[in-house]
């Protein structure tokens, strides 16, 4: 299970690469930075007339699979945004985002890369526009009058119920029905159906209502207080398709695990605003109905949450960041698993040991058996506070939650 590849190049010894590459294949995991980084190269790419492709998989095995199944030309080049078990280049690293690392290659090629989708790349990797690294890159979508700083809430669309109702940054107790998030913003004096000629203080009312919302829900965590804050006093796009960037970063998550062509293409710059909003709606429709629905328990450092139907890797991340009195949670639906944590500590290693133990165990297992119970292998992946673990069906959840325990 070595998910390392060829090591990270500097961005200079990798454009000198793909200035003379013939093509060139991205192979990126399915998460908003991952996905705004595969964006930022391919239009690089594409201002200097370099034929490319973007893949987008769930895990390492899937990366892996793709890269082994093509036989490229001499001249061809394969970039890796995320773990590939093979010879590739690694556009990112464990401790930094695969923006950052996606920005340089596009300045090393000549390109102007789009400040907007490297801020939204930034925020689903978790990194507050402007911090460290990134001040360049917001002081540039300042300069340029692409971003403006206001009250409100951070969601993709005008419309601040369709907005909040099926966003992934906020949970509250009307997340994920439209009508009751309708409701809930109906005592708010402002004209709900006149997004458009809001004003600061209609927003600075509206991001209030869903901050006591938030904080006020019965299943709340303490933790919810200071979650909430980062979707509050947005970075406002006036002239782009989405109207706040973590709006932006909130489509760029969805699409990347529930409709990756969509959200490729998106990232690219293609006209893809409509369907990447629709699988948006859906993907957070479903991810807060199933936290909602979801059995949970509790354990030292582990909070586990389980998921009938739903995207698991959401439902992790929002119980991290607004029910979990545990800084790590795990997720677990049929056939695949997540984890989320709070702390900044890459998941990398411990996501891959707990695949490796599984598989022992199931190995252990299809031994003792004359025919065997398991079938199939692990496959993960891990990013910036999370991991991914796909398995067939048979596998014990008791077993799961005690291996993820152990190696945390």
Do not use: K
Not at 130 to 158: D, F, Y
Not at 175 to 195: C, F, K, N, T, W
Not at 293 to 309: H, K, P, Q
């Amino acid at each position: 299970m070595a998910t390392e590849g060829r090591s990270t190049e500097s961005p200079s010894a990798a454009s000198r690469r793909l200035e003379s590459a013939g093509f060139v294949h991205v192979v990126a995991r399915a998460d908003g930075d991952a996905l705004a980084a595969s964006g930022l190269l391919a239009r690089a790419l594409a201002e200097r007339g370099t034929p490319f492709q973007v893949s987008v998989d769930r895990t390492v095995a899937d990366r892996t699979a793709r890269v082994r199944a093509r036989e490229p030309a001499a001249n061809d080049v394969t970039i890796g945004v995320g773990a590939v078990d093979a010879d590739v280049t690694r556009l990112d690293a464990d401790d930094r985002p695969a923006t950052l690392a996606a920005l340089e290659f596009a300045r090393e090629l000549g390109a102007t890369p789009d400040p907007v989708l490297a801020l939204a790349g930034l925020v689903a990797a978790g990194v507050e526009p402007g911090a460290g690294e990134s001040e360049w890159v917001l002081e540039t979508a300042r300069e340029r009058g692409l971003v403006e700083r206001r009250p409100g809430v951070a969601v993709p669309t005008a419309d601040p119920v369709d907005g909040v109702a099926h966003s992934t940054r906020l949970c509250a107790s009307w997340s994920g029905d439209i009508d009751a998030a309708r409701d809930a913003l109906a005592g708010v004096a402002v004209d709900l159906d006149e997004p458009e000629s809001f004003d600061a203080d209609d927003h600075r009312a509206i991001g209030s209502a869903i901050a006591l919302d938030v904080v006020g829900a019965d299943e709340a965590d303490a933790g919810a207080a200071e979650t909430v804050q980062r979707a509050l006093r947005p970075y406002a796009t006036p002239e782009h398709a989405f109207a706040t960037v973590g709006g932006y970063a909130d489509v760029l998550e969805a699409t990347a695990r529930a409709e990756a062509g969509t959200g490729a293409a998106l990232a690219m710059g293609h006209d893809a605003h409509e369907p990447a909003l629709e699988a948006w709606r859906e993907y957070g429709r479903r991810a807060q109905l199933a936290l909602e629905a979801g059995s949970t328990g509790r354990y030292d450092g582990l909070f586990v949450v389980g998921v009938d139907d739903g995207p698991v890797e959401a439902v992790a991340r929002l119980a991290v960041a607004f029910r979990s009195p545990e800084p790590v949670v795990l997720a677990i639906g049929t056939g695949e698993s997540a984890i989320a944590t709070r702390n900044d500590d890459a998941l990398g290693a411990t996501v891959e040991a707990v695949a490796r133990e599984l598989e022992t165990a199931a190995d252990a297992d299809s031994n003792a058996d004359s025919e065997p119970s398991h079938e199939g292998t692990i496959a993960y992946d891990s990013g910036r506070r999370r991991g991914y673990l796909r398995y067939d069906t048979g596998r014990d959840e008791s077993t799961i939650i005690a291996t993820v325990r152990d190696l945390l």
